[in-house]
């Protein structure tokens, strides 16, 4: 089974401006940035920045500002279900965390009640939408919900297929 978030990673507009956003407003330490002439993954030669931001449990959130791009960094604009959830440890923090952002001028929303968590949504200066987790969910919560997940996952099945 995979053990844990490595990182995960996304293009950025600006990697001066991500570096001022991840750094200064959500408190990241900027860990690396690799300038790379070629993505070796794939065989081309694409020069871009790779950056990379520490996160508290050794975990990173990672960037490529490539040269010459002009593709859309984010799939669909100001897209509310593609996002990257980030826990915090307590409500005081997060809240300290949006006043930070919303005095820099971000729009923040929250906290919702999702009752596994409460969360803050706000974006990047990239346009990826981001939200920030306090856990309030057990162990308990989770084993129930994992009990029901099948037979949910065939019920939105069947939905799906009377909507096709």
């Known amino acids: 089974?995979?053990?844990?978030?490595?990182?995960?990673?996304?293009?950025?507009?600006?990697?001066?401006?991500?570096?001022?956003?991840?750094?200064?407003?959500?408190?990241?330490?900027?860990?690396?940035?690799?300038?790379?002439?070629?993505?070796?993954?794939?065989?081309?030669?694409?020069?871009?920045?790779?950056?990379?931001?520490?996160?508290e449990d050794g975990s990173f959130i990672a960037f490529f500002d490539l040269i010459g791009d002009h593709d859309p960094v984010v799939p669909v604009e100001r897209d509310w279900a593609q996002h990257l959830a980030l826990e915090v440890s307590g409500m005081e923090r997060a809240q300290s965390v949006a006043d930070r952002l919303t005095g820099a001028g971000?729009?923040?929303?929250?906290?919702?009640?999702?009752?596994?968590?409460?969360?803050?949504?706000?974006?990047?200066?990239?346009?990826h939408r981001l939200e920030m987790s306090v856990r309030t969910d057990s162990?308990?919560?989770w084993a129930e919900l994992g009990?029901?997940?099948?037979?949910?996952?065939?019920?939105?099945?069947?939905?799906?297929?009377?909507?096709?």
């Open 1 to 55: 089974m995979l053990s844990k978030l490595h990182h995960v990673a996304y293009r950025c507009t600006d990697a001066a401006e991500t570096t001022r956003f991840y750094t200064e407003l959500l408190g990241l330490r900027l860990a690396a940035s690799l300038v790379q002439e070629e993505v070796p993954s794939i065989g081309k030669r694409i020069a871009h920045n790779h950056i990379f931001f520490e996160m």
């Open 147 to 164: 009990r029901e997940a099948p037979a949910s996952i065939t019920e939105w099945t069947g939905r799906k297929r009377e909507h096709a």
């Open 106 to 127: 971000i729009d923040v929303v929250g906290p919702v009640d999702h009752h596994i968590c409460q969360s803050w949504y706000f974006y990047d200066p990239s346009g």
């Open 139 to 141: 162990a308990d919560m």
